[in-house]
């Protein structure tokens, strides 16, 4: 199961600064390895592979203490991934062309996550490892994914 975390110390440039991070299993269900390959896809840079919206992007919600994060993206880049596009059904409310590959969410604080920059910094890393556990490591290589492009009309 996707794990979020919202905490300082992993943006280099603002070690202060929360940032929404999502831990997915590289082997799990078909959601988490597609999330986890969408770095492959991203453009490399100050230590991460950045993700273009044209590609896909993360969703977020609070609802007072749940924050939930929904990874969308297009049918092509999922193609390209090897993934099957008709495995993921549900749609993206800001862009419904584009499909919700993964779903996660847990309990945090809201005003720490207030401060939290837009993006959603994404590491690959088995069940048995926390995030600290991947940020100690020497392969710390998140995929940063941006918000979502506004919504269609």
């Not at 490399?44 to 749940?66: I, K, M, N, Q």
């Not at 008709?86 to 584009?98: I, T």
């Not at 959603?120 to 069940?127: E, L």
Request: charged share 20%.
């Amino acid at each position: 199961m996707a794990r979020i975390y919202v905490r300082s110390g992993i943006n280099p440039d603002d070690p202060g600064a929360p940032v929404v991070a999502l831990l997915v299993d590289p082997d799990g269900p078909p959601g988490e390895r597609a999330v986890a390959k969408l770095g492959w896809y991203g453009y490399e840079g100050d230590g991460a592979s950045y993700l273009l919206p044209t590609d896909g992007w993360a969703e977020h919600a609070l609802d007072g203490e749940r924050l939930t994060v929904a990874v969308a993206a297009y049918p092509s880049a999922l193609e390209r991934l090897g993934a099957d596009p008709a495995a993921f059904p549900e749609r993206s409310p800001a862009v419904p062309k584009a499909a919700l590959v993964l779903h996660a969410e847990a309990a945090v604080d809201p005003a720490l996550y207030a401060r939290a920059g837009a993006a959603t910094a994404v590491f690959a890393a088995g069940p048995g490892l926390a995030l600290d556990d991947v940020l100690a490591g020497e392969d710390a290589w998140p995929v940063v994914l941006p918000p979502p492009p506004p919504a269609e009309d």
